[in-house]
């Protein structure tokens, strides 16, 4: 793990790196104070002192240890087992760093990708047969946490992008397609299709294009300046 300079790229500090076996996922707290890394386990670091230096702190769940399969996100945490996603708070962690578990979610197939949206107040995850579901992180008035699902691909959906304003969501799978949902109706508003299976998708931080890379090693750009036509918002 290095930490570097981003107006210049040089490393900030040789100190400022660590070794972690197979690192999947790296993220800051909201406040910048934590810096958190998954791979076989996910750690805590203090952001505000030398890495080489420290001792990371486990996150664990009722004494075991979380698995390598984790999304991170300023905020939240979501850790995937096969059939089984579970989203941590980790603003609520005590001083033991026994993670308070903010939703369990269970599959009844395989877990494929999953995605946090931008402002971390929507996650999306889908299984292996091919169904989306989003869940809200946060509560509504009525003190419950909205979740929401669809069929999107008759295929695994391997990645998921959120809009910046949260209000469509990206698709990628197996069915050499990229998808866009409207997510608050599940409408599917446009069809991309590519050349192999699609890996990764994301979204420009405009809104106007949409990238993804493709098994053939690919990277195809499409325009997706119609979501911000007249009509297109809901």
């Known amino acids: 793990v290095l930490v570097c300079d981003l107006s210049t790229g040089d490393l900030v500090d040789q100190s ?3 070794t972690i ?3 999947s996922g790296v993220a800051y707290s909201s406040d910048g104070r934590w ?4 791979g076989a386990r996910i750690l805590r670091w203090d952001a505000r002192t030398s890495l080489s230096s420290q001792v990371p702190v486990e996150i664990v ?4 240890p979380y698995s390598d399969r984790t999304s991170l996100c300023g905020r939240y945490l979501a850790d995937a087992t096969k059939t089984n996603v579970t989203l ?10 026994e993670a308070q578990e903010l939703i369990v979610f269970d599959s009844r197939t395989s877990m494929a990708g999953r995605a946090f949206s931008p402002d971390g107040e929507q996650f999306a995850c889908a299984d292996a047969d091919g169904d989306v579901y989003v ?5 509504n008035r009525d003190n419950v946490r909205t979740r929401i699902s669809w069929r999107a691909s008759e295929y695994e959906v391997t990645d998921f992008a959120f809009t910046q304003d949260g209000k469509y969501l990206a698709t990628a799978s197996r069915a050499e397609t990229v998808r866009i949902w409207h997510i608050a109706t599940q409408e599917l508003v446009r069809v991309f299709v590519d050349e192999s299976i699609v890996y990764c998708v994301e979204f420009a931080p405009d809104g106007k294009t949409l990238v993804a890379g493709n098994d053939s090693g690919q990277v195809n750009v499409w325009d997706t300046e119609f979501l911000a036509e007249p009509g297109s918002s809901r």
């Open 21 to 23: 076996l197979q690192p």
């Open 135 to 139: 869940i809200s992180t946060g509560k």
């Open 61 to 64: 769940s009722n004494g075991e």
């Open 88 to 97: 941590l708070d980790t603003t609520r962690l005590d001083a033991s760093t």
């Open 35 to 38: 810096l958190y890394t998954s």
């Open 16 to 18: 400022q790196q660590a």
